[in-house]
């Protein structure tokens, strides 16, 4: 067992759908325009949002069939198991006060470009749509995972508004897209 890698911290960042790519991610086909599942942007596109460091935990979802058949004498065995479906929903909580925060803490309708603003609560949907990149890094700071993934994000808790620090408990279902994709390194 390697106990020298672990993941000891990670950096979120979000780029909401339909938010101007200005710099689309290299060898995927994505362009100029709106984000999509099917245009996603660079990492260093400005519009995406630093959500900051998101301890996130991670759920596999999905329904499998048992093929049966019978094994000579009679009695059925199971022979397989076929997937029928498969999810991943990944929960965290945004620590980072952004426009993404309050977004998802008031359903709101706010700018992307994370200059502040009028907005009005209960004006969008609870959740919104977009690419959420992760890197992951070891006790030594290095990186050993990035992934980038198509989901669709809503607050799931209550936003604490005292005397500690606000938090905002995320989940983040994976939503399918032929680019999400990962990387460790």
Known sequence: MNKARKVIGSKSLFFLEAAAVSVPAAGTGSIAGPASASNKPDVT?????????????????GKTEKYMSPAGG?????????????GKTLKGKLEKMTNLFVALR???????????????????????????????RDQN???????????????SGDTNMDDKASETPVEAEVLY?????????
Do not use: C, F
């Not at 200059?115 to 690419?131: D, E, I, K, M, Q």
């Not at 700071?141 to 607050?155: G, H, K, P, Q, Y």
């Open 45 to 61: 596109d400005p519009l995406y949002i630093d959500i900051g460091p998101v301890k996130w935990n991670s759920a596999q979802s």
């Open 74 to 86: 009679g009695a059925y065995v199971v022979e397989d198991e076929i997937p029928l479906s498969r």
């Open 106 to 136: 008031d359903s709101a309708t706010i700018p992307s470009s994370g200059v502040g603003g009028v907005y009005n609560p209960l004006s969008a949907a609870p959740n919104v749509r977009g690419w959420l990149h992760i890197e992951e």
């Open 141 to 155: 700071n290095v990186l050993i995972n990035t992934v980038e993934m198509w989901v669709s994000l809503r607050a």
């Open 177 to 185: 897209s032929t680019l999400n994709v990962g990387n460790l390194t």
